[in-house]
């Protein structure tokens, strides 16, 4: 085994919320594959957490069903360490009960083994559970001493508004440091989304550019062609803001903007991240709201009896006259000496036409064009350079620039440099889930959000919201699956030259 790596003493993954969804698809997955990496110095032990009645045996049978080939390869090994417990994480009676199968189960290492208590559970539960937990002093844990840690991930949301991720943050404080506090945001364990860091702080010649004075527009959009799907019901009450902007976005945002960190350390990186969220320029009164926002609906072209060609207000779980957005696009400022008056904009929506999510930096057009006359025909015409980061899919980075065409004349063509994962490197990128698990076990927070990150980014969003709840705000702009989204949200380009990045530019 690896045992280069900071987990020195066994570890029991506490996954409360066992049954759902992402166990399966995700936590085990990524568990097999951390195991088959040997990147776990010390044994792991998982024990799931759920109401449903399960026997371990039963529950391995349902994870089993999702691995791929390769995980299947290394699940005799993991397999005797899977257990299940039929538990309420919100009861007194089932915790206390549950702390002694788990000092059971650690058998003689119960006493130096870390605990991550990981809450895969609806949102409602996370303060009851949290609550249950520690009055059964299962979070107790020495800070002087490194085994028998105790940490907790939260899964998203954190908190549906500031108020309510303020009042979360407050529960969890009661009863744990920060350092044990892990807020989970998958899209911080994507290499392409780490790697924006490393472009950005391992390379010189970025920096002197990357402000104000050489850059024109910051675009960040995060596309999807799926519809919701069977997830009517949570997402009437989310919609994109809070899906997605309010954490994947917001990180991104962060993430391009800040400024360098010390280091890597933790709180070094977040502590710069919560400066350039709380640089946010507020989109407060709420005609300022309409200025800067534009938020659509899908609609089915009722030519298709296959589902995933519905409208939004025709999916299972949704009232037929929801005004719940599943599109929007933002015009954010940042009001510090970097950015401002550089406009951010952002775009998310699901059912649009590819699946997609890029940053595009434009930097500004050279101030003067030396090979054009007022006749030059449009081949010739100055277009800025832009940087494009390649989230997913096809990941990888590109700079687009204009060179001279061979031949008479001053014919100009666009032209790149790029780099692509899949050229560069044989290995596969792992999974966000299974660096992000690693992390928590080891103890390393750097890819999680710190508490005044979630309140920073949902006092942007809740601006946001309040003017959607006005009672003159306009309804969502509707917008055909499988298209580019509501026109509307061209307009947030005013002023400034380009357009929304497509899939096949
Ligand atoms: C989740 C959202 O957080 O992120 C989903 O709840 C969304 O609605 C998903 O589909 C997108 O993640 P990815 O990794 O597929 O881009």
Not at 5 to 32: E, N, T, Y
Not at 377 to 403: H, S, Y
């Amino acid at each position: 085994m690896l045992a280069s790596r900071a987990m020195k003493h066994p570890v029991q993954v506490v996954i409360f919320g066992a049954s759902g969804d992402l166990s399966a698809r995700k936590l085990i997955p990524a568990l097999c594959e951390n195991a088959l990496r040997r990147a776990f110095a010390a044994p792991v032990q998982v024990v799931g957490v759920s109401r449903s009645p399960l026997t371990s045996e039963a529950w391995r049978e349902q994870l089993y069903e999702w691995l791929d080939e390769r995980q299947r390869s290394v699940w005799h090994e993991l397999a005797p360490n899977i257990h299940y417990v039929a538990a309420d994480a919100s009861d007194a009676t089932s915790i206390e009960a549950l702390e002694a199968t788990l000092v059971e189960l650690a058998g003689p290492w119960a006493a130096v083994a870390g605990r991550l208590y990981y809450l895969a559970l609806k949102p409602t539960l996370f303060a009851p559970t949290i609550e249950a937990l520690s009055a059964a002093g299962m979070l107790q844990c020495d800070p002087l001493r490194d085994e028998a840690w105790r940490r907790v991930v939260v899964e998203k949301p954190f908190g549906r508004d500031l108020a309510t991720a303020q009042w979360l943050n407050i529960v969890l404080g009661k009863h744990l440091r920060e350092d044990q506090i892990y807020r989970i945001d998958h899209y911080l364990g994507k290499e392409t989304v780490q790697n924006i860091l490393a472009f950005r702080f391992q390379n010189a010649i970025w920096e002197p550019l990357w402000n104000r004075q050489h850059i024109e527009t910051v675009q960040i959009n995060v596309c999807e062609s799926v519809t919701v799907g069977d997830r009517g019901g949570y997402y009437d009450t989310s919609g994109a803001l809070r899906d997605m902007v309010q954490n994947h976005i917001m990180q991104l945002l962060a993430l391009v903007a800040m400024e360098a960190p010390t280091s890597m350390d933790a709180e070094a990186v977040r502590s710069e991240k919560v400066k350039v969220l709380r640089a946010l320029v507020p989109l407060g009164a709420a005609e300022d709201v309409w200025q800067s926002v534009v938020r659509g609906q899908y609609v089915g072209d009722g030519a298709h009896e296959n589902s995933s060609q519905n409208g939004y207000l025709d999916e299972a779980g949704v009232p037929s006259d929801s005004r719940t957005e599943t599109f929007i696009a933002v015009r954010a400022q940042i009001h510090n000496w970097r950015w401002n008056g550089v406009p951010f904009l952002l775009r998310t929506g699901k059912a649009m036409r590819s699946r997609y999510s890029e940053i595009v930096i434009r930097f500004r057009a050279p101030p003067a064009d030396i090979f054009g006359g007022p006749q030059q025909a449009d081949v010739c015409r100055l277009r800025p350079n832009e940087l494009v980061i390649r989230i997913q899919p096809d990941e990888g980075m590109r700079i687009r620039f204009l060179v001279k065409q061979p031949g008479p004349g001053a014919v100009m063509r666009q032209t790149s440099l790029g780099f692509d994962y899949s050229d560069t490197f044989s290995e596969r990128s792992p999974d966000a889930y299974e660096r992000l698990l690693l992390d928590a076990i080891e103890g390393n927070a750097t890819l999680f959000i710190r508490g005044d990150e979630a309140e920073a980014s949902w006092r942007f969003c809740d601006a946001i919201s309040a003017g959607f709840v006005a009672p003159d705000a306009p309804s969502p702009s509707p917008y055909s699956v499988g298209s580019t989204g509501p026109h509307e949200a061209d307009a947030l380009f005013q002023g400034c030259e380009g357009t929304w990045s497509h899939d096949d530019d």
